[in-house]
Protein backbone atom coordinates (compact mmCIF):
# COMPACT_ATOMS: atom_id res chain seq x y z
CA UNK A 1 0.00 0.00 0.00
CA UNK A 2 2.88 2.23 0.89
CA UNK A 3 4.41 1.51 -2.62
CA UNK A 4 1.07 2.62 -4.53
CA UNK A 5 0.46 5.73 -2.34
CA UNK A 6 4.22 6.47 -2.69
CA UNK A 7 4.21 5.93 -6.92
CA UNK A 8 0.92 7.97 -7.20
CA UNK A 9 2.32 10.47 -5.65
CA UNK A 10 5.79 10.57 -7.71
CA UNK A 11 3.61 10.67 -10.91
CA UNK A 12 1.54 13.49 -9.95
CA UNK A 13 4.90 15.59 -9.08
CA UNK A 14 6.69 14.56 -11.80
CA UNK A 15 3.14 16.01 -14.44
CA UNK A 16 3.11 19.02 -11.87
CA UNK A 17 6.98 19.81 -12.47
CA UNK A 18 6.06 18.81 -16.49
CA UNK A 19 3.67 21.68 -16.61
CA UNK A 20 5.93 24.12 -15.13
CA UNK A 21 9.43 23.82 -16.95
CA UNK A 22 10.95 24.45 -20.38
CA UNK A 23 11.68 22.23 -22.79
CA UNK A 24 13.25 21.92 -26.01
CA UNK A 25 13.74 19.84 -28.59
CA UNK A 26 15.86 20.09 -31.63
CA UNK A 27 18.85 18.29 -34.01
CA UNK A 28 22.37 17.86 -34.28
CA UNK A 29 25.34 17.12 -36.12
CA UNK A 30 28.24 14.87 -33.90
CA UNK A 31 31.53 13.67 -34.90
CA UNK A 32 32.51 10.27 -32.59
CA UNK A 33 36.36 10.11 -32.71
CA UNK A 34 36.08 5.95 -32.49
CA UNK A 35 34.74 5.71 -36.22
CA UNK A 36 35.88 8.95 -36.87
CA UNK A 37 33.03 9.95 -38.75
CA UNK A 38 30.05 12.13 -38.86
CA UNK A 39 26.56 11.74 -37.46
CA UNK A 40 22.86 13.05 -37.15
CA UNK A 41 20.52 12.89 -34.49
CA UNK A 42 17.51 14.00 -32.14
CA UNK A 43 17.96 15.43 -28.60
CA UNK A 44 15.37 17.28 -26.10
CA UNK A 45 15.60 19.19 -23.02
CA UNK A 46 13.23 19.45 -20.13
CA UNK A 47 14.36 21.85 -17.35
CA UNK A 48 13.66 20.20 -13.56
CA UNK A 49 14.15 23.98 -12.11
CA UNK A 50 16.23 26.62 -13.66
CA UNK A 51 19.68 24.58 -13.55
CA UNK A 52 18.69 21.42 -13.79
CA UNK A 53 17.71 19.23 -16.62
CA UNK A 54 16.92 15.64 -18.21
CA UNK A 55 18.60 15.63 -21.78
CA UNK A 56 17.63 12.55 -23.82
CA UNK A 57 19.51 12.17 -27.21
CA UNK A 58 19.61 9.70 -29.90
CA UNK A 59 22.96 9.71 -32.43
CA UNK A 60 23.47 7.63 -35.88
CA UNK A 61 26.72 7.86 -37.41
CA UNK A 62 26.94 7.46 -41.01
CA UNK A 63 28.34 4.24 -42.21
CA UNK A 64 32.20 4.08 -42.71
CA UNK A 65 33.87 1.74 -45.02
CA UNK A 66 37.86 1.10 -45.08
CA UNK A 67 39.15 -1.61 -47.27
CA UNK A 68 36.22 -4.74 -47.06
CA UNK A 69 35.14 -3.50 -43.42
CA UNK A 70 32.17 -1.33 -42.88
CA UNK A 71 30.89 0.04 -39.65
CA UNK A 72 27.86 1.51 -38.04
CA UNK A 73 27.53 3.13 -34.99
CA UNK A 74 24.18 4.77 -32.80
CA UNK A 75 23.74 5.55 -29.60
CA UNK A 76 21.45 6.37 -27.37
CA UNK A 77 22.34 8.53 -24.32
CA UNK A 78 19.97 10.13 -21.25
CA UNK A 79 21.78 12.79 -19.56
CA UNK A 80 21.60 14.82 -16.77
CA UNK A 81 22.58 18.44 -17.92
CA UNK A 82 23.77 21.15 -14.82
CA UNK A 83 24.14 24.58 -15.85
CA UNK A 84 26.92 26.02 -13.61
CA UNK A 85 27.92 29.71 -15.00
CA UNK A 86 25.42 32.04 -16.94
CA UNK A 87 26.11 34.89 -18.70
CA UNK A 88 24.09 37.12 -20.92
CA UNK A 89 22.64 34.97 -23.04
CA UNK A 90 25.27 32.16 -22.88
CA UNK A 91 24.42 28.82 -20.72
CA UNK A 92 27.44 26.67 -19.63
CA UNK A 93 26.28 23.27 -18.14
CA UNK A 94 28.14 19.96 -16.54
CA UNK A 95 26.99 16.55 -19.21
CA UNK A 96 26.77 13.30 -17.15
CA UNK A 97 24.33 10.27 -17.53
CA UNK A 98 24.41 7.01 -19.30
CA UNK A 99 24.89 5.66 -22.42
CA UNK A 100 24.08 2.67 -25.27
CA UNK A 101 25.98 2.17 -28.03
CA UNK A 102 25.80 0.08 -30.58
CA UNK A 103 28.36 -0.75 -33.34
CA UNK A 104 27.83 -3.24 -36.73
CA UNK A 105 30.47 -4.54 -38.61
CA UNK A 106 30.33 -6.14 -41.67
CA UNK A 107 33.58 -7.75 -43.54
CA UNK A 108 32.57 -8.78 -47.47
CA UNK A 109 35.29 -9.73 -49.25
CA UNK A 110 34.86 -11.84 -52.86
CA UNK A 111 37.54 -14.42 -52.01
CA UNK A 112 37.02 -14.73 -48.46
CA UNK A 113 33.23 -14.47 -48.01
CA UNK A 114 31.44 -12.31 -45.24
CA UNK A 115 31.19 -12.04 -41.62
CA UNK A 116 29.25 -9.94 -39.60
CA UNK A 117 29.06 -8.88 -35.88
CA UNK A 118 26.86 -6.30 -33.94
CA UNK A 119 27.88 -5.30 -30.57
CA UNK A 120 25.66 -3.33 -27.86
CA UNK A 121 27.56 -2.01 -25.08
CA UNK A 122 26.05 0.56 -21.76
CA UNK A 123 28.69 3.06 -20.41
CA UNK A 124 28.82 6.63 -18.84
CA UNK A 125 28.81 9.76 -20.34
CA UNK A 126 30.74 12.84 -19.25
CA UNK A 127 31.20 16.20 -20.71
CA UNK A 128 30.57 20.09 -21.01
CA UNK A 129 28.21 21.74 -23.24
CA UNK A 130 26.94 25.70 -23.93
CA UNK A 131 23.08 27.36 -24.74
CA UNK A 132 23.36 30.54 -26.60
CA UNK A 133 19.94 31.75 -26.04
CA UNK A 134 19.36 33.87 -29.35
CA UNK A 135 15.92 34.10 -29.83
CA UNK A 136 12.79 33.05 -28.16
CA UNK A 137 12.16 30.41 -29.96
CA UNK A 138 15.65 29.06 -30.88
CA UNK A 139 18.85 28.02 -28.65
CA UNK A 140 21.98 26.99 -30.83
CA UNK A 141 24.40 24.39 -28.51
CA UNK A 142 27.69 23.10 -28.78
CA UNK A 143 28.77 19.73 -26.95
CA UNK A 144 31.72 17.77 -25.62
CA UNK A 145 31.78 14.27 -24.25
CA UNK A 146 33.27 11.11 -23.55
CA UNK A 147 31.40 7.99 -23.07
CA UNK A 148 33.40 5.93 -20.53
CA UNK A 149 32.65 1.99 -21.65
CA UNK A 150 33.94 -0.70 -23.60
CA UNK A 151 33.48 1.14 -26.78
CA UNK A 152 35.45 4.55 -25.59
CA UNK A 153 34.78 7.65 -27.72
CA UNK A 154 35.08 11.24 -27.45
CA UNK A 155 31.57 13.16 -28.98
CA UNK A 156 31.66 16.36 -30.30
CA UNK A 157 28.56 18.33 -31.59
CA UNK A 158 26.26 21.25 -31.91
CA UNK A 159 22.46 21.73 -33.29
CA UNK A 160 19.95 24.07 -32.58
CA UNK A 161 17.00 23.40 -30.27
CA UNK A 162 13.36 24.66 -30.64
CA UNK A 163 11.65 25.61 -27.40
CA UNK A 164 8.45 24.06 -26.90
CA UNK A 165 7.63 26.22 -23.73
Not at 28 to 34: G, K, P, R, V
Not at 43 to 65: C, V
Not at 150 to 159: N, Q, T
Request: net charge positive; proline share 2%; with cysteine.
Amino acid sequence: MKYLKLTTFSVAFLFCVQSMAQSNVGGLLAYASDIKNLGIGINGEHFINGKLSIAPSFIYFFSKTQFSVKQNMWELNGDANYQFYTTGNVRVFFIGGLNITGIKVKFSDPSLGSFSNTTTRVGLNIGSGVNFDISMKWQPFFMLKYVISDFDHFVIGGGVKYKIK
